[in-house]
C-alpha cells in the first residue's frame, strides 16, 4: 500500500495494538528488538492463512484476527511455552477499505488483551488476490524445559485435554449442517489450552490436523507405537449424542477431523486437566482400537503442510 | 497443501535448508527453539512479497527468493545485526509444481550458504491467488548496541554507503527501458550491506523506498532536519552519465527511486564505507540542495506500507 493513507492506517489501527512494548520500537522502525531473559528460551511458531482456503470470505474478520493468533498459541500450549508477542503479515485486496481493517484490528486488540500480547512489527501489502495474514507467534520457555514432539517412551499414557471431535462437529455447524451455536463459535474461535501445565510430558502437539493424525506425529517423531482406545475419547454432549447413534463411524470421525486445539500428550502419570485414551507402546504408527476390536480410521485426519 | 506429496516435497525441498540448525528441530516439530545469547538481543524483521506486486510472474523463482531473504536481510544490515535464521511462508498457487518448489528453494540454499542462515521452520499453503512468500528474520546484535532510527542529532553528518540510484536505474534495465545487464541484475539481486560496520552510527536505515524518503524516516523519528546536497550523491558510470545531462532531474529521480538497498547513516565522524552527503540540523523533514540553491523533490520515494 502506498501513500500516506497507509501510514494513517498504522498509526491509527496498529500502533495501538504496540503500546506498552518496548520490542516493537512504537512501530517507526524496520525491525522488533527482543531483549535476552536470563534462563529462558524462545518457541517460535509461524501460520500463514487464506481467504477461501483456511477461512471464508463472509467470515467476521475480527474473528479471523483472532483465529490465526490462536492457532499461533495453540502451538506456543503445545511446547509449554508462554506468550510473548508476535510479528503480522497482512495482504490485503485492494477492494479492502478502513472497516475491513478496523473488524481486523479490533480482533488483534480483544485476543491482545485476553492473551497478554503485543504487537511487535510485521508488513502490510496491498495483494491482486484473496487476502491472506500470517503471524510469527514467540514465547518463553524455561532452558530446557521446552516440550517437544520426540520424547513419548513405551510405558507412558496417551492423554487428551477437554473433548474431542468439536472441531469437525463445529465446521458442519459453521457450514450449516448442524444447528449448534456453540460448536460453530468452538470452531471459530478455539480456545488455546494454555490454561494446563505440561509438567511431567514427555511430548505434546496441539490437535490441528485430526487427533489421530497428530498421534502420528508424536509417535513418528519418538519412533514409537501410540494405542488409543476410542471408548475412552472425552465427548461433549453433542458428540455423545451422535456417538449413541453410529459409534464406529462416529468416533472415527471426531478423531480424525481435526480443528480441536486439544492437546495431546504422552507422560508416565495422568495429568490434571487430561483424559488418558491410551498407551505408547514398541513399534510405529497409530493403532486404533474400540472395545477391543481394531478400527480401521481410513484416510488419518486432513493432512496440512507445515514445515 | 494436503497429503503425503506436500510432505515428502517438504522434507526432500525444506529438511535440507534446515539441517546442522538444531534451532528448527528437523522441521517436525510446529515450533522452532531460539537459545537465549547472554550478552545479545534479537533483532526480527518481516517482510513480504506477492507475485505482480513486488515481483513478476516471468522472474526466475530462485532470484525471488534471494531477493526475499536479502531485503530482510538489509533491514539487519541498517541495525548493524548479524545474519542467524529465518521462517518462512510460501502460498503458493494450485499451479506451481515440484520445478516451481525446487527452483525457489534452490535460491533459497543459495543465499543461506552465502550470508550463513539456516532456515528455522515456516509454514506453506495453497492460495487461489498470486504466489505470495514472507520470511520473518532474525538476527543477533550485542545488548545495548542496536542502531535505531531515532538517534541522529543536529550535528551529525548524513552518509549513505556505496552508491545511490542504480536501484531505480536496475528497474528500467529489468523492464527492458535500459540496456544493461549489470544494472538488471542489481534490481534482481541487491546486495544488503552486512560487511559495513555501524560503529559509531547515532541513526540508520536501509534505501528501500528512496534516499530522500528513507532519510526522512530517521529525521522524522529523531525529531531532527536533514539537509541532503545532491552534488555529493554517489554514483555509478551510469548514473553519472544520465546526470550529465540532466543533472536536477536526474539526481533527484536516483534519489527518490528506491530499491538502492544501501544504507543512509548518520554519525557525528564519517564512517569507513560511506560517503558525506549533508547534514542534520534542528528542525524537522529533509531539505534537498543543489549547488547551494533548494530543490523541490516533489513525491519524495514510492513509500511502502511498513508497521
Redesign the interface.
Known sequence: ????D??E??ARL??PLAAGAPEA?N????????????????????????E???FLASDPLDQVAQKLLRVNLS??A??G?SPYGY???Q?WPKAAGASEREAFAAGLAADQAAYRLSL???????????A?F?A?MFGW?R?GA?V???GAKAGDLVQVSGVIGDGVLGLKAALGELASERLAARYRLPVPRLDLSLEGASAA??ISDGLIADAG?LA??SGVRIEIDLARLPLSDEGRAFAAAYPEQTLVALATGGDDYELVVTAAEPLAGFTVIGAVVAGSGVGVFLDGAPVSTGRAG??????
Open positions: 500500500m502506498a501513500g500516506s497507509e501510514f492506517i498504522i496498529m500502533r520500537l512501530l517507526a522502525d524496520d525491525a522488533a528488538l527482543i531483549p535476552g531473559r536470563p534462563g529462558y528460551e524462545l518457541v517460535v511458531t509461524k501460520d500463514a492463512i487464506v477461501g482456503v483456511h502451538d506456543l503445545a511446547k511455552a510479528l503480522l503479515v495482504a511487535f512489527g510485521g508488513d502490510t501489502v496491498v495483494t491482486p488476490g484473496p491472506l500470517s510469527t520457555v532452558e521446552m517437544r514432539r520426540d502437539a496441539d506425529h513418528a517423531a486432513w493432512v496440512h503442510g507445515r514445515d
